[in-house]
């Protein structure tokens, strides 16, 4: 699976957008990106996955660049609740494991 | 709703005695998969399941037995508890690797 590089932590104001960069310039052609995040001691939480095209859902927005090497998670409006890590991870489709890194820490601030 | 349910939430016990951490998914998923949180290590996946009567060892399975005899339940067993199992474990599902892994809220375990 390729490695993925994220920023130890962020801040975010409350109601501003969130953006999360993840490097993985040694991505492959068959590998995705996903996003997870982790809020204090509970179980993971999927938030979105692509491949190449940008992806939408109800909770957040992600941008993959041309030559899928970065890509930016997108919380449109960041809330208290939205304090957690996030966890960029590149792998394969049929994958059985999922390694976590250590993420980014959001922080949004009232 | 759909989730995936673990049991216990909290458990303490002592060396050596055996314990089974329970694991059921409502979703119908082929994947599920346990793993273990430790501060300073992150999420390390201990087994992994494709489906029915088909396991494999993850990245840290000594210590831990799995069985995967019907589709929605994946067991965790503890055959003797040792104090470097002492840690968060996750229970995770999904439809097929390409889909996102629904987690379960986690068993906290200490093990003294």
């Known amino acids: 699976d390729a490695k993925t590089t994220q920023p130890p932590s962020m801040d975010c104001a409350e109601g501003r957008a969130a953006n999360l960069p993840c490097n993985h310039s040694t991505i492959s052609g068959n590998e995705y990106v996903y996003w997870y995040r982790q809020i204090h001691s509970q179980g993971p939480q999927y938030i979105i996955h692509?491949?190449?095209n940008n992806e939408t859902n109800e909770m957040a927005s992600l941008i993959i660049t041309e030559d899928r090497k970065s890509s930016t998670l997108i919380l449109p409006h960041a809330t208290l609740r939205d304090t957690a890590v996030y966890y960029c991870?590149?792998?394969?489709?049929?994958?059985?494991?999922?390694?976590f890194g250590t993420g980014t820490r959001l922080t949004v601030i009232p | 709703e759909a989730q995936v349910t673990q049991n216990p939430r909290y458990l303490i016990t002592v060396t050596g005695k055996k314990l089974t951490v329970t694991c059921s998914q409502n979703?119908?998923?082929?994947?599920m998969s346990w793993y273990r949180q430790d501060p300073g290590l992150g999420l390390r996946q201990i087994y992994y399941s494709m489906n029915v009567e088909v396991t494999d060892k993850g990245d840290v399975p000594e210590g831990y037995k799995v069985s995967r005899k019907e589709k929605r339940n994946f067991p965790l067993i503890l055959e003797s508890p040792s104090p470097n199992q002492t840690s968060l474990y996750f229970c995770?599902?999904?439809?097929?690797?390409?889909?996102?892994?629904?987690f379960g809220s986690g068993t906290r375990l200490t093990v003294v």
């Open positions: 979703m119908n998923h082929e994947y």
């Open positions: 991870i590149v792998t394969w489709t049929g994958a059985n494991n999922l390694f």
């Open positions: 692509g491949l190449k």
């Open positions: 995770a599902s999904a439809f097929g690797g390409r889909y996102g892994y629904t």
